[in-house]
Each structure stands twice: as C-alpha cells, then as structure tokens.
C-alpha cells in the first residue's frame, strides 16, 4: 500500500492564483520530505524539501508547510504561471531505509490556464 | 550541479533481444543509484537500488534475472532490459544520490518493444 498518500489526483487553476497540494504519512521514522516535479516525457526535478525540525520552508513561489502532529505536507504554488503546468510528487524517506529509498505519493497533475 | 543523464532517451527494439540503458551521475560521485519504472499517468515505481560494486537490491516482483543492473563504478550503473516483451515497454527513470537523502533523476529513457 501506498505509505505517503497525495490529494487531489488532478488540479486546474488559473494564472496567478494559488495551487495548493496536500501528502499525508503514518510512518513516523520519516524524515526527509522532498516534492519533485516532473514534465511529459521528463525526469523528475527536486523542487523543494524539508525536515521535520521545520514547519515552513520558502523558496521563491514554492512553499512547504510541514505538520508533524497531523503528519502531513504540502505544497503551495503562489502566483502559479502556466509553466507550473505539470505533475507534482511529494515523497519521504527515513534515515534507516536503504541508501534513502523514497515512498512517492501518487501524483498531482496541475493545470495552470492562462 | 547534480546532474543525471541516461543514454539512449528513447529506444524501440524486436521483442526477445535485450536492452541495455545507461545511468551517469556527470559532477558527482554516487554511491547509491535507483531504477524506476513508471507507466503513463502513474506514480514512480522503484524497481531496484544498486550500490558500486556490489549486488542490486531488488523490489518484490521485479524479476532481477530480467532486469540485470549493473553498477560498475561512481558515476556508472547500468539497466539491461533481456528478452524484452511488448509488456516491458515503459518509461525507465534512474536517480542518483550523493548523500543519502537528495535524488536527483536522469531524464528518462521510452522503450517500445515490438
């Protein structure tokens, strides 16, 4: 079964508007929380990450709002431009999983309109 | 920096002959490769972690004979696809990492076998 479930499956939202994307967990040995966006036909990218001694991290339009007594993440796009157009993983992974095995969510496919 | 590159991107190759595809980490040196397999519109699904000179660690189901990986030196593993079948067409993702948290993906080889 999946360990780190992701919602929603699929989002549209309109140029300059705010794309939100949410991951839950239950294993608590997790400690690392990257999200990775990925095109058609592409390789994932690493976006953003955090850990749990954070409860926000920043950069540039991406945000991660980490809460570990809920245990759950996620991913606010600010002023989402059509280029964000794409899917979006969130992912975890515990310092005693093999060499950092990562358990993806199922993805988030976001559409931006223009 | 962390750059992950994979040869060829895209292949198309007689059903029954073998595959062989290329991970490279390019500016840094990698202890740890994985191999995913990922399906249209679908999650990755990590096929097997291999680590520099020693024997590939496989996911339940994944047939290791079938899917011989190789990890020769720093920056190098390899993916070899044998008697391939229509079914093991897919898209084959490998990552890279030069700590045990961030993975940095290669762009991705499509292989078709007819």
């Known amino acids: 079964q999946q360990q780190v479930k992701q919602s929603p499956q699929s989002l549209i939202v309109q140029k300059g508007g705010i794309s939100i994307i949410n991951c839950a967990y239950e294993?608590?040995?997790?400690?690392?929380f990257p999200w990775y966006q990925q095109f058609p036909g592409k390789g994932p990218a690493l976006l953003i990450a955090?850990?749990?001694?954070?409860s926000e991290k920043k950069e540039g339009r991406f945000t991660i709002s980490f809460n570990k007594s809920a245990k759950q993440f996620s991913l606010h796009i600010m002023d989402s431009q059509p280029g964000d157009s794409a899917t979006y993983f969130c992912?975890?992974?515990?310092?005693?999983?093999?060499?950092?095995?990562?358990?993806f969510g199922a993805g988030t496919q976001v559409v931006v309109t223009p | 920096g962390a750059v992950v590159s994979q040869h060829p991107s895209w292949v198309i190759c007689k059903s029954g002959t073998s595959v062989k595809i290329e991970c490279r980490s390019l500016?840094?040196?990698?202890?740890?490769m994985f191999w995913y397999r990922q399906f249209p519109k679908q999650s990755l699904m990590l096929m097997a972690t291999?680590?520099?000179?020693?024997?590939?660690?496989?996911e339940q189901g994944v047939e290791k004979d079938k899917f011989l990986i190789n990890h020769a030196s720093l920056t190098l593993s390899t993916l070899t696809v044998t008697s391939a079948h229509p079914e093991d067409s897919s898209f084959y993702i490998c990552?890279?990492?030069?700590?045990?948290?961030?993975?940095?993906f290669g762009p991705g080889t499509r292989l078709t076998v007819l």
């Open positions: 992912a975890a992974s515990t310092p005693t999983d093999s060499w950092g095995k990562l358990q």
């Open positions: 291999s680590n520099e000179g020693s024997k590939a660690t496989y």
């Open positions: 955090i850990r749990p001694d954070v």
């Open positions: 500016d840094f040196q990698a202890t740890t």
């Open positions: 294993n608590t040995a997790f400690d690392y």
């Open positions: 990552s890279a990492t030069p700590s045990t948290d961030t993975q940095y």
